[in-house]
Nanobody, 119 residues
Framework: VQLQASGGGLVQAGGSLRLSCTASGRTLRDYAVGWFRQAPGKEREFVAAVDWDGGNEESVKEGFAISRDNAKGTVNLGLNNLKPEDTAVYYC????????????????WGQGTQVTVSS
């Protein structure tokens, strides 16, 4: 599965963005999908995940919401009330299973999309 993340950009603090993840080569439909981010000088961290059927939406960040539209083949991440510390490259990833659980390994990553939040 080849993933493409899009929707990043420059936004002021308090603003919002909507990131999208799409796949080529194979559908996302059968897999749990997640979003991660990596800020400069920091390790990549988990942000959110969703099961194959849109259930079990899990996010570790208040104001962030993950959703998916299997008919369109997209998994989206809504970022609300952004703060400068949310500045990072955001990546989507496919998990090795249909239902997310902590520790489930990933099998494919997108190239990332840059989110920059100015103060």
């Amino acid at each position: 599965v080849q993933l493409q993340a899009s929707g990043g950009g420059l936004v002021q603090a308090g603003g919002s963005l909507r990131l999208s993840c799409t796949a080529s080569g194979r559908t996302l439909r059968d897999y749990a999908v997640g979003w991660f981010r990596q800020a400069p000088g920091k390790e990549r961290e988990f942000v959110a995940a969703v099961d194959w059927d849109g259930g079990n939406e899990e996010s570790v960040k208040e104001g962030f919401a993950i959703s998916r539209d299997n008919a369109k083949g997209t998994v989206n991440l809504g970022l609300n009330n952004l703060k400068p510390e949310d500045t990072a490259v955001y990546y989507c990833a496919v998990f090795a299973g249909a239902r997310y659980r902590p520790g489930l390994p990933t099998i494919s990553w997108g190239q990332g999309t840059q989110v920059t939040v100015s103060s």
